[in-house]
């Protein structure tokens, strides 16, 4: 199971670190442009959370029954936001839940631990 937790997790990073309106093909599918946000507000936070849910949902269809909550600063940094995904992962028709780390740096990259 490890190496398909890998494979999302890579998966994951590719589609949150991926623009709506980059795809020429899916003109929805990654995150809401950062650019003009306040990334360190609280209520952003929420909103960005919203919108990783939805990509989650769309885009990442092994995982199920998603919960995306912010986690407040790493280490007291609040250019660094921490975001923690609760989902099920179904393999061979056994549900296994899980929880990934998700870090949200100055540059607006996520990083997945």
């Known amino acids: 199971m490890g190496i ?3 494979s999302v997790k890579e998966h994951l990073e590719h589609l ?3 623009r ?3 795809s020429q093909s899916c003109i929805d599918y990654g ?3 950062l650019n003009d946000a306040a990334v360190g507000s609280k209520d952003q936070a929420r909103s960005i959370s919203r919108d990783i849910k939805r990509c989650i949902k769309h885009y990442e269809t092994r995982l199920s029954d998603i919960e995306v909550s912010f986690n407040g600063y790493k280490n007291d940094d609040p250019t660094v936001l ?3 995904i609760k ?3 179904e393999l061979d028709k056994i549900n296994d839940r899980i929880t990934l780390e998700l870090y949200l740096d100055k540059d607006r990259q996520f ?3």
Do not use: I, P, R, Y
Request: net charge negative; proline share 0%; aromatic share 14%.
């Open 82 to 84: 921490q975001f923690w």
């Open 4 to 6: 398909l937790v890998e």
């Open 16 to 18: 949150l670190n991926t």
């Open 111 to 113: 990083k997945l631990l």
């Open 87 to 89: 989902c099920s992962f």
């Open 20 to 22: 709506s309106g980059a």
């Open 31 to 33: 995150l809401t442009d």
